[in-house]
């Protein structure tokens, strides 16, 4: 059974940087693409960045050039370092497993719990 663990949330100014940390339990974490989600307030979840399982990288339009997604195997953990904050990047971030290997991204039922990420002007 899989299970994901979000962290690294906080409060912070625009402007400023923070990295997501999701843990990964159960078996065959390199053979997953993997993504991090955001729902903000009144919003539905929307996808913000995926990684295949060799590492090749999506963004949404939104985040590109200031976010980057990375994945450790090894430690079966997926990254995300979030620079360049702004307010409306304020959400409840979310670690998700794909169902394939590769692109496109197909997400699983496999969520975490989420973290919090609000920035401030």
């Known amino acids: 059974q899989v299970q994901l663990v979000e962290s690294g949330g906080g409060l912070v100014q625009a402007g400023e940087s923070l990295r997501l940390s999701c843990a990964f339990s159960?078996?065959?974490?390199?053979?997953?693409?993997m993504a991090w989600y955001r729902q903000a307030p009144g919003k539905q979840r929307e996808l913000v960045a995926a990684?295949?399982?060799?590492?090749?990288?999506s963004y949404d339009d939104s985040v590109k050039g200031r976010f980057t997604i990375s994945r450790d195997n090894a430690k079966k953990t997926v990254y995300m370092q979030m620079n360049s904050l702004k307010t409306e990047d304020t959400a409840v971030y979310y670690c998700?497993?794909?169902?394939?290997?590769?692109?496109?991204?197909?997400?699983?039922?496999?969520w975490g719990q989420g973290t919090q990420v609000t920035v401030s002007s």
């Open positions: 990684i295949t399982g060799g590492g090749i990288s």
């Open positions: 159960g078996n065959f974490f390199s053979v997953w693409a």
């Open positions: 998700n497993r794909g169902l394939d290997y590769g692109f496109p991204y197909r997400p699983s039922d496999n």
